[in-house]
């Protein structure tokens, strides 16, 4: 009798049931690994941008504004016009002068002289465990479509809960027209927020700045319930508030807020140009009192409330 050469079918179909067990097995372990690695590249996107903040403030003796409006302020929605926000001053610290050359400051984000730096997609501004597109179209409240823009996944902090976008000032280092010092932020450095990721695929924000007329609004991704809000006012396209961080039931869908495609966090970049994970804070309490994490992430979003922050408020 001749020796066998070959498998036998139920010997196939052993090997295969073998090698797709280990597949399973193994893809959750090379899912980790990926996101370990997006974790770390968001983390130095946050460094990256730290630098460029604090060499702008030893250039200039202040943080840029949140945004930049050159016309009188009437609802913080319709008049942020030029309104180019602290991600466009900061682009020659990012090197990025080359296109920073090609905006013109002088007239608005949505003029067609700006469309291609409008348009333009930066690394630093995007997390890797973010889905976002080359470009997306800013639409007013309406509905109208008012610019073609590159997104982002970071936005400023202009304070805790009691800062509101379309507001004239805030309590954070961010917001409009700002020009925050160091010597301000009397918090500490450390344990002040500058920029924090959140999501496009949650709130569609951009790099450049506050739309005049434009709205951030509501991702794809959005986990809050629809019934409620689905944009906010035109500097939430550049600005949060320190509130919610990853919010799940937000009336006003969280866009407003802080939030990321990690698990159970985001990172956060502070003014002594650190970049830390801070846990997620999905809601207020049952009778709308804020939770005991939230009156930290609060407290970390201010410059200068004097409030008192845990030792261990990083976990």
């Known amino acids: 009798m001749g020796r066998r050469t070959a498998f036998t079918l139920v010997e196939l179909l052993v090997v295969i049931a073998i090698i797709g067990l280990l597949v399973a097995l193994l893809l959750p372990a090379v899912q980790a690994a990926r996101e370990a690695a997006r974790r770390t590249q968001c983390c130095n ?9 604090l060499n702008y403030h030893d250039i200039m003796r202040s943080f840029p504004p949140g945004y930049c409006a ?7 929605e319709n008049d942020t016009r030029a309104g180019w926000g602290w991600a466009a001053f900061i682009l020659s610290y990012l090197e990025q002068d080359g296109l920073r050359t090609r905006i013109n400051f002088n007239l608005p984000i949505e ?6 730096a409008v348009q333009t997609a930066i690394s630093v501004f995007s997390c890797p465990s973010d889905s976002l597109p ?3 179209t800013v639409p007013s409240a309406s509905g109208a479509a008012l610019a073609v823009a590159a997104p982002s996944s970071y936005a400023a902090c202009m304070g805790g809960d009691d800062s509101g976008g379309s507001d004239k000032t805030g309590s954070g280092i961010f917001f409009r027209n700002s020009g925050t010092r160091l010597r301000d932020v009397t918090d500490g450095t450390t344990v002040t927020i500058l920029v924090g990721e959140r999501a ?7 790099w450049a700045g506050a739309i005049s007329g434009g ?6 991704s959005n986990p ?4 409620g809000d689905t944009t906010e006012s035109a500097p939430t396209l550049v600005m949060a508030h320190s509130h919610l961080n990853n919010p799940t039931s937000d009336p006003d869908s969280g866009l407003d807020d802080f939030s990321s495609r990690h698990i159970d966090g985001s990172y956060f970049l502070f003014a002594d140009g650190s970049a830390r994970f801070f846990p997620s804070v999905s809601g207020d ?7 005991q994490d939230s009156l930290i992430f609060q407290a970390l979003g201010t410059r200068s409330g004097h409030e008192v922050i845990p030792g261990d408020w990083a976990k």
Do not use: E, H
């Open 215 to 220: 709205v951030c609004a509501r991702g794809a």
């Open 285 to 291: 309490n049952p009778d709308d009192s804020y939770t």
């Open 111 to 116: 003029a067609p002289q700006n469309a291609q």
């Open 134 to 136: 080359a470009t997306f």
């Open 224 to 227: 809050n319930p629809l019934g």
């Open 70 to 76: 050159s016309v009188a302020y009437v609802d913080g």
């Open 45 to 53: 996107n946050l460094k990256q941008m730290g630098l460029g903040l």
């Open 200 to 206: 496009w695929t949650n709130a569609q924000g951009i």
